[in-house]
């Protein structure tokens, strides 16, 4: 079993508001992150796909259309967004680096032909990141 990593940035801003809580519960809760303005984040993505190495190609996926899924699926949909309001996943559900990893998994393990996904790493900062293996 070979584990292959594509890497990724793109940049968004969101804001974290439950709509079950109060403003006073939501402000305690999540501080300046609740300012209905937002805020952005330049993230970094690492996807790892695994698979056998095919004997023919020698890829155990063809880079190129990794590449391809991740901007149809992710970049295309996230890069230089309001998550809250422009990313259906995240109409009714809070962007955290928690859900944005789980959302980039839904997008892309159906897409997926040649390798499996492993992971999903989403950097929200240079020392925070979420891996995500499918497990919800």
Same mark, same amino acid.
């Given at each position: 079993?070979?584990?292959?990593?594509? =890497?990724? !940035? $793109?940049?968004?801003? /969101?804001?974290?508001?439950?709509?079950?809580?109060?403003?006073?519960?939501?402000?305690?809760?999540?501080?300046?992150?609740?300012?209905?303005?937002?805020?952005? /984040?330049?993230?970094?993505?690492?996807?790892?796909? =695994?698979?056998?190495?095919?004997?023919?190609?020698?890829?155990?996926?063809?880079?190129?259309?990794?590449? !391809?899924?991740?901007? %149809?699926?992710?970049?295309?949909?996230?890069?230089? %967004? $309001?998550?809250?309001?422009?990313?259906? !996943?995240?109409?009714?559900?809070?962007?955290?680096?928690?859900?944005?990893?789980?959302?980039?998994?839904?997008?892309?393990?159906? =897409?997926?032909?040649?390798?499996?996904?492993?992971?999903?790493?989403?950097?929200?900062?240079?020392?925070?990141?979420?891996? $995500?293996?499918?497990?919800?």
């Amino acid at each position: 079993m070979v584990y292959l990593t594509r =890497k990724a !940035e $793109f940049a968004a801003s /969101h804001y974290y508001h439950n709509p079950e809580f109060t403003s006073e519960q939501n402000r305690a809760l999540f501080g300046k992150c609740n300012n209905p303005n937002g805020h952005g /984040h330049n993230y970094t993505l690492e996807v790892t796909v =695994k698979g056998s190495v095919d004997p023919k190609s020698g890829f155990v996926v063809d880079l190129k259309q990794l590449k !391809e899924v991740m901007n %149809r699926e992710v970049l295309d949909a996230m890069d230089h %967004r $309001f998550l809250n309001k422009e990313v259906p !996943e995240f109409l009714h559900q809070i962007p955290t680096t928690e859900n944005i990893a789980i959302a980039i998994w839904q997008r892309l393990v159906p =897409k997926l032909k040649a390798a499996q996904l492993h992971r999903v790493r989403v950097y929200e900062t240079p020392d925070l990141f979420v891996d $995500f293996y499918g497990e919800a």
